[in-house]
């Protein structure tokens, strides 16, 4: 009889641990992967939107270097700004000096003054020596057309404010070319048609409408051209510097001049008068030109003092010493150069 060999069953025991093993794991797998499709399918975890924004993230992420070199990639939102658009903030943005070109400074009108006129700050005008000639309307060496009229003089006395005249060769001059008593003073050579001349002084205005042009001689000078009844006499007539003026100028202050207010005139000079200044403590102050043929000193300043007169040729007369004394015709001892 063949005898039978039978296993140890302790290894029958030791194979069926080693094949259990795996099974076990298996099946611990199993459960595992059921428990979490429960817990999804019963909300326990983020649904199937979810997944959506962290998509968004990820297609605007952009690499802060490039891949391989074991930099960790952050995630940058889309609304923050560009690093390639901003500087950072260490960084210092220095424009080139050909982008803002410095501006050429301009003299402004008021230092251009200051510079014309030194003593226009210490309140006073200035004038320094004229080098042209002054002459307004009526100009040396010209020749004006016209038509020449009659008037009464009586005593010669006028707009001009000189006082009787001696002499009745004198005029009127139009409104126009008397220009604010411009003209008083001047000698003028008037010529008719016919040939006949003669030189008169302006001493009154004719107002309009008395033309650019006109002179209104007195009776005794208009007689001299043509007979009164003629009316109107066709002329031309030019500016002179005469011999025959006076030797001197004189000065007079006018009625109610005083250190607070004065009136200045300048008679007898040889051409006519463009400006006339008095010296003050701020240096000469030229004063303005009525239509009577004074210069007014409206506060007082110069009144009393050196006077400087000026004629359309740009002599300058200097007069010293005169006090104010209203109404008095005071001589000098200077007078314009004759031309």
Known sequence: MRATKHADPRARRRQGLIVGIPLAVAAVGVLVCLALAL?????????????????????????????????????????????????PPSATVTPSPSATPTPTPRPSTATATATASPSAAAGGTRTAPVTTSPAGRIKPGSSYPGVATSYDAADGNGACSFGPSGDLMIAAMNH???????????????????????????????????????????????????????GRLPITWTLLSPVTAPDTMSIRYKTGSSQWWCGIQVIGHRNPVATLEVRTGGGWRQLSRTDYNYFLSPDGSGCGGSIRVTDIYGEQQTVDGLAVKPDVVQPTRVQFARH
């Open 176 to 230: 126009t070319d008397y220009e604010s008593s411009s003209a008083c003073g001047a000698y003028v050579l008037v010529r008719a048609a016919n040939g006949a001349s003669i030189t008169v002084r302006i001493v009154n205005e004719c107002p309009l409408p008395c033309a650019p042009g006109q002179l209104d001689l007195s009776h005794e000078a208009f007689g001299k051209l043509a007979e009164l009844s003629v």
């Open 39 to 87: 817990l999804t399918g019963n909300g326990g975890g983020p649904g199937p939107d979810a997944a959506q924004p962290a998509a968004a993230s990820v297609a605007v992420t952009e690499p802060s270097a490039p891949p391989g070199t074991g930099v960790p990639v952050e995630a940058t939102p889309s609304a923050s700004p560009s690093p390639a658009t901003s500087p």
